[in-house]
């Protein structure tokens, strides 16, 4: 449904003054909507195209590097320790200023561990002998979680 406007709102007498401003208030929300999510489509899109490029560069870059790196090394203008070294300096340089990358934990019981300051042990009970033994000496039986000291 459309907005409605001043003449439908007063030749039908079916629709008050407070619903059409409702409707209309509603229409207006959905076209914010709307427009809020083509306008980050067309943002991801455009990243996703920019980092397609980068990729292509980067693979340009890397065949050039290579390509010059054995056109030196075959010429013996240069010698290859020397070229090596050189390269592999520039590497450790490059690499030092970059910025660093945030490492954090990788599972959930990462997390757990990280803010109990523990690691985490699950604690299971022994159907037999109804004792509490960690998760990782248990074995899974027909019945239930047994622990590995009681007989099968």
């Known amino acids: 449904m459309g907005k409605i406007g001043f003449w439908q709102l007063l030749l039908d007498d079916r629709v008050s003054h407070w619903e059409a401003q409702s409707i209309n208030a509603a229409h207006d929300a959905a076209d914010?909507?709307?427009?809020?999510?083509?306008?980050?489509?067309?943002?991801?899109?455009?990243?996703?195209?920019?980092?397609?490029?980068m990729a292509r560069e980067i693979v340009f870059l890397r065949t050039a590097l290579t390509v010059l790196v054995k056109t030196l090394k075959d010429s013996k203008v240069l010698d290859e320790r020397l070229l090596d070294a050189r390269l592999e300096a520039a590497i450790e340089e490059a690499t030092a200023s970059l910025p660093k990358l945030p490492t954090g934990p990788v599972s959930m019981n990462e997390v757990l561990a990280?803010?109990?300051?523990?690691?985490?042990?699950?604690?299971?009970?022994?159907?037999?002998?109804?004792n509490q033994v960690p998760a990782s000496s248990t074995l899974m039986s027909q019945d239930g979680p047994m622990c590995e000291r009681c007989p099968a």
């Open 32 to 53: 914010h909507a709307a427009s809020t999510a083509e306008a980050a489509q067309f943002k991801a899109h455009n990243t996703e195209t920019r980092v397609n490029n």
């Open 114 to 130: 990280s803010k109990q300051g523990t690691p985490v042990s699950v604690k299971l009970t022994c159907i037999r002998c109804r």
